[in-house]
């Protein structure tokens, strides 16, 4: 099965821009990339990236600027397929086998805030349908076409970076990249009433 990681390589992360400039957010998202390529390597999978623009990692790299939608679809068309996004500097290996083990013929992984952070599909005719709680739009297209379905429940899984706050969890469970990268940023956990939160030095 094909496993692809999609990557806005051109222009990524623009929610981390209150906290990011944009080549701290290009740097940032390949360290999150390299983080999610070491759990896919360690589960024994060998995906190539699809990126908006070029990117630095350690897998083949196609650029294509299709936006998501039209490439997922359009990879989904050629047969069976894997997508896990590059926002996941969590993930491990066991979180990526736990997505693999399902038979079903698509198998979602919710992300916070009702994304769908990862799939896969051994189904001719599902597609997907992104942004805007996607993972309830995914779990309708699944039941429309007929395809069993299956979800993972993985806090690895689910925890994808969009906002400023999100990077908190980085640096509370992350041992990766992502993590040194953010720690050599000079970003740093806060404590202010009572929530947790990063501040930089
Ligand atoms: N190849 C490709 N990947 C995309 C595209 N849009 C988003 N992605 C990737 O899909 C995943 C989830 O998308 P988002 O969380 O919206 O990522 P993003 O677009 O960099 O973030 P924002 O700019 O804050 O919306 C991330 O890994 C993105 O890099 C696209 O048009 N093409
Ligand atoms: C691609 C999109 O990511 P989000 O914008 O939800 O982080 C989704 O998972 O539907």
Redesign the pocket.
Known sequence: MRTVVPVSGSDPKTRLSPVLGPDERRAFTEAMLADVLDALDGAGHSPDVVSTGPVECDAPVTVDDRG?DALVNDLLAEGPLAVV?A?LPLLTADAVERLFAPAADVVLAP?L?????AFVCRHPEFRVD???A?IRDHRRIADDVGASLAEVDSRVLAT?I?EPADLAEVLLHGDGRAADWLTDAGFELSFDDGRVGVARE
């Open positions: 998501l996004m926002d992300g805030g009702g994304g769908t952070n992104y942004h805007g996607s994808d969009d």
